[in-house]
């Protein structure tokens, strides 16, 4: 994605949420990426700001470098709680107790009940043993207490603590998409999905089950990082926007709004809701809505059925016209590397990305993320090559097929892009492009160097 600073939008909804419980906890967030801190820096932060508790997340990717933190914390004082959450260490809480010793709790799942329960428990001497979602040692047993019910109401939430990294909000963009020094700014309209797709951490973390913010409370917060920070462009970051639970009472929110004139907003949505819904498509890109991220994944109805993915290979081409034809960026992802895949496979996918007529293509490879179906049937037929979890990053091949080694799926996943960004025509058409995002797309990627970090993978 080239140069891409996210806000840390997780750490900021525990952080609100903890404020609106506990308002004589003092908090700050250190945005490492933002501020361009190394681990030294963080060493002395913790030795300056004095905690009782630190807490981090990521996801399995970063495992490592949340392990280091804590790390870091217990070097400083031991006397200092250390704890970690997100999906890949509610998904691996047992092996991540083992593995890292400096991690004292693990919050599994849904974050913001369990964090105050536990900052409590830890004020008051309770036992840590009532405290639901947690998982931690007891002398030297690994405990997994009772599961946390899920928040019912998520409008009940407190807006994200966006004036604890106030100092660092002019830093967030997403360059290639709105330029660098457009406000960058994430806020969360759902959380889960009612897909349970088998490659996907997300559906798993929130329990299966999908829950919304109201209308209002959406557009509110939108209008809310709009007025107050000045953001200009919105990542509503929901697994998946559903077309037919909230866009038409959504769009009747933002018609009635000016700020929508100020601002661009994006979120991901399956090819199936937009050619179910192509009116809504158009109404909410009336209020700003110019960018839709779309899981096409493969063009192998076996592969979808083995990803169950649960879509018709001719939902793409018709999401694609949809967005196309109401001015709105086409953002296609795309999977290689199924334990069926052959390099004949893989060039049919090439040549479908290629006919779909998106304006931007992601390739991805399959891994094996813990907590997922495909992790547990890789684990258990052995398919898994590489442990090194900061290479799960949808970029290191992981695993071979049954026909490609890790190398060739390496290589295979270097053509997709060769071909794809290398094609002159392509590159001419889309910097010539009328579509504005399209035009900055095109010339971002090729300055960057993508295809040679790529290669260097192989």
Same mark, same amino acid.
């Given at each position: 994605?080239?140069? #891409? ?7 900021? &909804?525990?952080?609100? #949420?903890?404020?609106?419980?506990? $308002? ?23 030795? #300056? ?9 990521? %996801? ?6 949340? /392990? ?32 890292? $010793? ?16 536990? &900052?409590? /428990? ?26 946390? $019910? ?9 807006? *994200? ?10 830093? +967030? ?10 406000? +960058? ?8 999905? *009612? ?29 809310? %990082? ?51 819904? $192509? ?21 192998? *109805? ?13 939902? /793409? ?25 052959? !390099? ?25 993320? *813990?907590?997922?179906?495909? +992790?547990?049937?890789? +684990? ?14 949808? /970029?290191? !091949? ?15 996943? %270097? ?5 794809? #960004? ?5 590159? &001419? ?30």
């Amino acid at each position: 994605m080239g140069e #891409y600073l996210p806000p840390p939008a997780g750490l900021l &909804i525990l952080a609100a #949420y903890i404020e609106e419980q506990l $308002p004589d906890v003092e908090i700050e967030i250190l945005d490492c990426q933002a501020e361009k801190k190394d681990f030294k820096d963080i060493e002395k932060y913790i030795e #300056y700001f004095s905690p009782s508790i630190v807490a981090t997340s990521g %996801f399995t990717c970063n495992a490592y470098l949340c /392990a280091r933190v804590a790390e870091i914390a217990k070097k400083v004082n031991n006397d200092i709680f250390t704890v970690v959450g997100g999906q890949h260490f509610s998904a691996a809480a047992e092996e991540s107790l083992n593995d890292f $010793p400096e991690i004292d709790y693990i919050i599994r799942g849904e974050g913001e009940v369990t964090f105050v329960d536990l &900052i409590r /428990a830890l004020e008051t001497g309770k036992n840590i043993g009532e405290i639901k979602g947690i998982s931690f040692k007891h002398n030297k047993e690994i405990i997994h207490n009772p599961p946390q $019910p899920l928040i019912q109401n998520l409008d009940t939430l407190p807006y *994200p603590a966006y004036h604890l990294v106030e100092k660092n909000i002019e830093k +967030y963009h997403f360059t290639m998409m709105a330029g660098k020094n457009t406000r +960058y700014m994430i806020l969360e309209g759902s959380r889960g999905c *009612p897909h349970k797709c088998s490659f996907c951490t997300q559906w798993k973390h929130w329990n299966g089950v999908w829950r919304t913010k109201s209308a209002r409370r959406i557009a509110d917060e939108m209008e809310y %990082f709009n007025e107050r920070f000045d953001g200009e462009f919105l990542w509503l970051t929901d697994d998946n926007f559903r077309y037919d639970k909230n866009a038409e009472e959504l769009w009747k929110e933002l018609r009635q709004r000016p700020f929508t004139d100020d601002i661009s907003w994006f979120f991901q949505a399956r090819t199936d809701e937009i050619t179910q819904n $192509p009116d809504m498509v158009a109404k909410l890109r009336d209020v700003g809505n110019n960018w839709i991220l779309m899981g096409v994944e493969n063009n192998s *109805p076996a592969v979808l059925k083995d990803l169950k993915k649960n879509l018709q290979v001719n939902d /793409a081409y018709k999401a694609v016209k949809i967005l196309n034809d109401n001015d709105i960026f086409s953002h296609a992802m795309f999977i290689m590397g199924s334990r069926g895949d052959t !390099a004949i496979s893989i060039e049919q996918l090439r040549q479908f990305s290629f006919d779909l007529g998106s304006d931007l293509a992601l390739y991805t490879i399959l891994t094996p993320f *813990p907590g997922t179906q495909i +992790y547990e049937n890789a +684990y258990q037929s052995g398919w898994i090559e590489d442990t090194n979890y900061s290479h799960y990053d949808m /970029a290191h !091949a992981i695993m071979p097929t049954e026909t490609l080694s890790r190398r060739q799926v390496q290589e295979e996943l %270097f053509h997709c892009y060769k071909d794809f #960004y290398g094609s002159i025509p392509r590159n &001419i058409a889309g910097i010539f492009s009328k579509n504005k995002i399209k035009r900055r797309v095109n010339r971002h990627m090729a300055g960057k160097g993508v295809l040679k970090s790529l290669k260097g993978l192989i």
